[in-house]
């Protein structure tokens, strides 16, 4: 097929992946959308594959099928739980899928400088969203610590790496021979600096991380479209490195915090908040059963210590119980909560949770008053009356539910430590705070028994 | 001339991405991400090229670890938001999905 017609068929794709993309957008249309979009990537696939470029099928078909088998078994196993570390994956089989796209356009014939250029930005885009992907995936895992690494000299470091790795490019683009160690200079050199990109990141941050991930691959892959001269690299890579941008913006937000606070700072160095002190009313199944059956509103609050827990179908079973009760129930999640923007509503939709009662913070927090009890679940910093009143919290200003202003306030922790930013969180020693303490999926079963009976 | 073309596409889609974007609910912001993902996957188009051109012999292999790395995240991308998206019901309409 002539290189006219196959261009005219990507125009057609990306039609079909903004309008995919668009779909996206509503619950209600958002499996055509996904469906759209893969139709779009199936039709460029295909028309790529019947161009006269393209010589030998052997190692295609090969790949393919290896590929194909993995990403499907990958998709179809993965727990809801373990979705993070999934997208981390994928997001580095992308990276480093468009480092070798880079890599192999350096065959080509005719290359110009601007070619070279490009080449060296897929390179180093894709490189550091494969190592970076990697080392996300190890803290989400927990296979290496999810806490922030930081040491002394680490922005210099950076600083000295990003140097070297610059000028490497430059004497490469000044004589790009296949041979040139310069090259691969600026491969190792993109892998090392995705490492150090993400390991001073914590693990509560992880949301912005991998929302940046995201971006990243996408970039990595326009800027292969670049070195190669394919427009439907360019306009795909480009929505899904604006999207991710879109997210890593609202992740960081809901933190108040800026991008370089979350990438370049190590959460939690310098803790000088005001030490809460008081009591806290700790109570047993049974009198949390007695609340809430007299309650007539109620919302559950969860964090990752749900997803921790693996809580999501007795919340959802206690949700029913109370509806079928009489009760308005309600799921309001912080953006935050949780390892990747969107965690907690997966989750409870997993657990069968209809999207209609997950509300969003800025709906519950101007009614959260009305609200009888208030169920805290394995969440802490999103919900910590500190961010509004403290000023020497060091997460003061971001944007919390409003938990504290509920009629009561249940919270489910295993014990009393801190959350992950190791900040006291006052709303534990709250007048109407009642702390349900043990393993959060047993307590809830508990209460659900109680129902039964 | 052609680099200019280029970069000006690149400007629109950017562009053209925040504003499909910016209105995703926090509810779909998971399977958005993930169905992006499988986007960004397009750069498996490049790697069918580098494969299949019948270039010099390392070029066809990093062309060969390249679609195999892209169809990873293309197949497995759009199958896992796939999964996750039919698990998004209103209520009343049935149950279903993974229980």
């Known amino acids: 097929m002539s290189a006219a017609f ?10 079909l992946f903004i309008f995919g993309l668009k779909q996206l957008s509503s619950p209600a249309t958002a499996v055509r959308g996904n469906l759209i979009s893969a139709v779009a990537m199936f039709i460029a696939v295909l028309v790529t594959l019947l161009s006269r470029e393209i010589l030998e099928y052997q190692w295609i078909v090969a790949a393919m099928v290896v590929g194909g088998i993995v990403g499907a078994v990958a998709a179809q196993k993965v727990e809801m739980t373990g979705m993070p570390e999934m997208v981390a994956l994928f997001n580095g089989s992308g990276g480093i899928a ?6 192999a356009a350096l065959y080509n014939t005719g290359n110009t400088t601007f070619t070279i250029i490009t080449v060296l930005l897929s390179v180093l885009i894709g490189g550091m969203t494969f190592s970076g992907s990697i080392i996300a995936w190890g803290k989400l895992s927990e296979v290496m610590t999810s806490s922030a ?3 002394g000299a680490q922005r210099i470091v950076n600083a000295a790496l990003l140097a070297v790795l610059v000028i490497c490019g430059v004497l490469f683009a000044m004589d790009p021979s296949l041979t040139s160690p310069y090259f691969y200079a600026v491969i190792v050199l993109s892998l090392i600096f995705g490492v150090m990109a993400v390991i001073p ?3 509560a941050d992880m949301p912005v991380v991998i929302s940046l991930l995201n971006s990243y691959s996408g970039l990595a892959a326009a800027a292969a479209g670049f070195a190669i001269n394919n427009i439907i690299l360019i306009v795909a890579g480009s929505l899904v490195g604006a999207a991710g941008i879109i997210l890593t913006n609202i992740m960081c937000k809901a933190m108040n ?7 370049f700072s190590g959460f939690g160095a310098v803790k000088t908040a005001t030490k809460v002190e008081g009591e806290v009313k700790p109570i047993v199944a049974d009198d949390a059963y007695l609340i809430l059956e007299a309650a007539a509103s109620v919302t559950f609050v969860p964090g990752y210590g749900m997803a921790v827990a693996q809580a999501q179908h007795v919340v959802r079973e206690l949700g029913e119980l109370l509806e079928a009760n009489g009760a308005e129930v309600t799921y309001a999640i912080h953006p935050v909560a949780g390892r990747m923007p969107g965690h907690m509503n997966v989750l409870l939709a997993e657990a069968n949770v209809p999207y209609d009662q997950l509300v969003e913070m800025d709906d519950i927090n101007p009614r959260i008053s009305n609200v009888d009890v208030a169920v805290v679940i394995g969440a802490n910093d999103v919900v910590n009356p500190a961010a509004r ?20 306030v249940f919270v489910l922790k295993r014990s009393m430590a801190s959350g992950f930013s190791g900040v006291d969180n006052p709303l534990f020693f709250g007048e109407n705070t009642r702390m349900l303490f043990g393993d959060a999926k047993e307590s809830l079963s508990s209460v659900v028994a109680e129902f039964k009976n | 001339m052609e680099a200019i073309f280029l970069a000006f596409v690149l400007m629109l889609s950017i562009f053209l991405g925040f504003e499909l974007i910016s209105k995703v609910p926090a509810t779909l912001h998971t399977p958005l991400m993930s169905g992006a993902n499988a986007i960004s996957g397009i750069t498996l188009v490049g790697a069918l090229g580098s494969a299949g051109a019948g270039l010099d012999a390392w070029a066809t292999w990093l062309g060969a670890l390249a679609v195999i790395f892209a169809t ?15 698990m998004f019901k209103k209520k009343d309409s049935g149950s279903g999905g993974k229980a």
């Open chain 2, 72 to 86: 990873i995240n293309v197949v497995g991308g759009y199958m896992v938001t796939n999964r996750m998206l039919s």
């Open chain 1, 201 to 203: 990141v914590g693990g």
């Open chain 1, 257 to 263: 915090r800026s991008l370089a606070n979350v990438l």
């Open chain 1, 149 to 151: 690494i930081v040491f």
């Open chain 1, 389 to 408: 009143e403290d000023e020497n919290s060091p997460i003061y200003g971001m944007p919390i539910i409003n938990v504290d202003q509920a009629r009561t």
């Open chain 1, 98 to 103: 468009s480092l070798f796209v880079g890599w």
């Open chain 1, 6 to 15: 196959i261009n005219a068929t990507y125009i057609l794709s990306a039609a």
